[in-house]
């Protein structure tokens, strides 16, 4: 009493294609990465790249000719060019913050950093 019934075909509408059978849709496709190479960026900091050879639904990595990328001992967030091999690893679900593919990644000078002729430039373009 009081509350307004709403139609089954309704409710399953408004829930998305996989409503009905039950199916859950992740946000992130990696199928499409697989035997490709990948960076991952792991809570604590830590970053990796390697070739992706498997995943699960809890984001469970399998990264194959896997490379860390050190961080700077004076600046724990700087990540610096010196690297460790690491081989065959498994990254747990849990500690996976980022996946993105290295295909089309390229590094660009940082655009807030103040400009070399003296003047920070300003966002609107003034």
């Known amino acids: 009493p009081g509350r307004a019934r709403i139609p089954s075909r309704v409710r399953a509408r408004n829930r998305?294609?996989?409503?009905m059978s039950g199916?859950?849709?992740t946000v992130l496709d990696l199928g499409k990465?697989?035997?490709k190479g990948?960076?991952?960026?792991?809570?604590?900091?830590?970053?990796?790249?390697?070739?992706?050879?498997?995943?699960?639904?809890l984001l469970n990595?399998?990264?194959?000719?896997?490379?860390?990328?050190?961080?700077?001992?004076d600046d724990p967030l700087k990540i610096t060019d010196e690297t460790r091999s690491l081989g065959l690893i498994v990254c747990r679900g849990t500690s996976v913050m980022v996946v993105s593919g290295l295909d089309g990644m390229e590094?660009?000078?940082?655009?807030?950093l103040p400009s070399e002729e003296g003047g920070?430039?300003?966002?609107?373009?003034?």
């Open 61 to 73: 990595l399998v990264l194959d000719e896997c490379v860390e990328y050190l961080r700077d001992v």
């Open 33 to 35: 990465f697989i035997d």
């Open 23 to 25: 199916k859950k849709e």
């Open 38 to 57: 990948v960076r991952v960026k792991l809570s604590g900091g830590r970053e990796v790249t390697g070739t992706l050879k498997g995943f699960d639904q």
């Open 107 to 112: 590094e660009i000078a940082n655009p807030f």
């Open 16 to 19: 998305g294609p996989n409503a």
């Open 120 to 126: 920070a430039v300003m966002a609107g373009g003034e």
